[in-house]
């Protein structure tokens, strides 16, 4: 079995771990679904929808630490261990997400 087949039979190959820097995020398209990936420092990868509960903010954009991302447009916190909000709105849905062999597999 491929690289590409082990993927694809649990998840969805979204990019490459290189396309995330350390300490960011990225959005991508997975399953026609708009989800954000992200790489924190210390190496661990965390996903999430795309556009936040709330308002629709840029995700992917925010600033997160080891237990939380933080939109960057209200400043909301989302666990990302839960998807659940510390600021009492909505929770954002969270995605497993791993790395095979240097691609970013997102299981929906
Ligand atoms: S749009 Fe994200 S906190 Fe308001």
């Given at each position: ?11 969805v190959?979204?990019g ?7 300490g ?6 997975a399953?026609?679904e708009?989800?954000?990936v ?7 990868l ?23 991302l ?28 791993r ?5 970013l597999v997102?299981t929906?």
């Open positions: 079995m491929s690289v590409t087949d082990v993927a694809t039979a649990t998840g190959v979204v490459r771990v290189e396309d995330v820097p350390p960011e995020g990225r959005a991508f398209v399953g026609g708009q989800v954000a992200f790489r924190l420092r210390d190496g661990s965390h996903a999430t929808q795309a556009a936040c509960p709330h308002a629709g903010g840029p995700l992917a954009d925010g600033q997160s630490d080891v237990d939380v933080v939109c960057p447009l209200h400043q909301y916190a989302y666990r990302w261990s839960d998807g659940a909000s510390t600021s009492g709105a909505a929770p954002v849905r969270v995605f497993p997400v790395e095979v062999d240097g691609d997102v929906l």
